[in-house]
T-cell receptor, first 110, second 114 residues
Framework: GQNIDQPTEMTATEGAIVQINCTYQTSGFNGLFWYQQHAGEAPTFLSYNVLDGLEEKGRFSSFLSRSKGYSYLLLKELQMKDSASYLCAVRDPSTDKLIFGTGTRLQVFP | ETGVTQSPTHLIKTRGQQVTLRCSSQSGHNTVSWYQQALGQGPQFIFQYYREEENGRGNFPPRFSGLQFPNYSSELNVNALELDDSALYLC?????????????FGSGTRLTVV
C-alpha cells in the first residue's frame, strides 16, 4: 500500500525553529516534495529531494533518508505568514502521480 | 510567465448533475494532473494527461473523465455527482513527466454537491 504520515497539527512561536516530519511507505519512489498551502489557496512548491541528504533554500531546509523512508522540513526564523498547511508528497515512478500526506497545519504565534 | 488558472473558483451542483472544470496550464508546460482535496485532507490523484493522452489514473471511478487540448489546457468532467464529490479540485501542470521541480498548482475549484 501507499502511506504517507505526518503530524496533523503543530504550533510554534515567531522567530523559533520548527521541524515537520514525514514518513512514507510506498511501492515506488521517485522523489519527495514539500508544499505549503494557505487556506483556500494553491499548494506552492517548497522543496524537492531525490537523493539522501539536506537541501537548503533560505529559511527552509528539507532532509531525506530513503533507507528510513523519512523526511523532514525545517523552518527557521518563523514568521506569522508561515502559518499554513505543509504537505509532504512522494512521486510514484510508475504513474508520475504525487502521493500526498494529509498535511501538517502549522500555527505560528507571536 | 503566467501560472495555472482554474475556472470556476466556486461551484454548487445538485446530486446527479454533471460538472466540467477547466484548467489553463502554465506557459510551456505540456503535462497536467488533476487532484481532489477533501477538507482537512491531502490532495488525491485523479489522473494525468501528457500531450493529450491520459498518462496515469488514480483510484477514481469512470464517471471522472478528462481531456487535454492541443494548447495543453485541460478539462475535468464528473458525471452523476455524489455528495462525496464535494471537494477542492486542483489542477497541476508540469514540463514533461518525471520532472524534478515543476508541478505548479492552480488555486482550485471548490465544488459543493447538495
Amino acid at each position: 500500500g501507499q502511506n504517507i504520515d505526518q503530524p496533523t497539527e503543530m504550533t510554534a512561536t515567531e522567530g523559533a525553529i520548527v521541524q515537520i516530519n514525514c514518513t512514507y511507505q510506498t511501492s515506488g519512489f521517485n522523489g519527495l516534495f514539500w508544499y505549503q498551502q494557505h487556506a483556500g489557496e494553491a499548494p506552492t512548491f517548497l522543496s524537492y529531494n531525490v537523493l539522501d541528504g539536506l537541501e537548503e533554500k533560505g529559511r527552509f531546509s528539507s532532509f531525506l533518508s530513503r533507507s528510513k523512508g523519512y523526511s523532514y522540513l525545517l523552518l527557521k526564523e518563523l514568521q506569522m505568514k508561515d502559518s499554513a498547511s505543509y504537505l509532504c508528497a512522494v512521486r510514484d515512478p510508475s504513474t508520475d502521480k504525487l502521493i500526498f500526506g494529509t498535511g501538517t497545519r502549522l500555527q505560528v504565534f507571536p | 510567465e503566467t501560472g495555472v488558472t482554474q475556472s470556476p473558483t466556486h461551484l454548487i451542483k445538485t446530486r446527479g448533475q454533471q460538472v466540467t472544470l477547466r484548467c489553463s496550464s502554465q506557459s510551456g508546460h505540456n503535462t497536467v494532473s488533476w487532484y481532489q482535496q477533501a477538507l482537512g485532507q491531502g490532495p488525491q490523484f485523479i489522473f494525468q494527461y501528457y500531450r493529450e493522452e491520459e498518462n496515469g489514473r488514480g483510484n477514481f471511478p469512470p464517471r471522472f473523465s478528462g481531456l487535454q487540448f492541443p494548447n495543453y489546457s485541460s478539462e475535468l468532467n464528473v458525471n452523476a455527482l455524489e455528495l462525496d464529490d464535494s471537494a477542492l479540485y486542483l489542477c497541476a501542470s508540469s514540463l514533461e513527466t518525471g520532472g524534478g521541480y515543476g508541478y505548479t498548482f492552480g488555486s482550485g475549484t471548490r465544488l459543493t454537491v447538495v
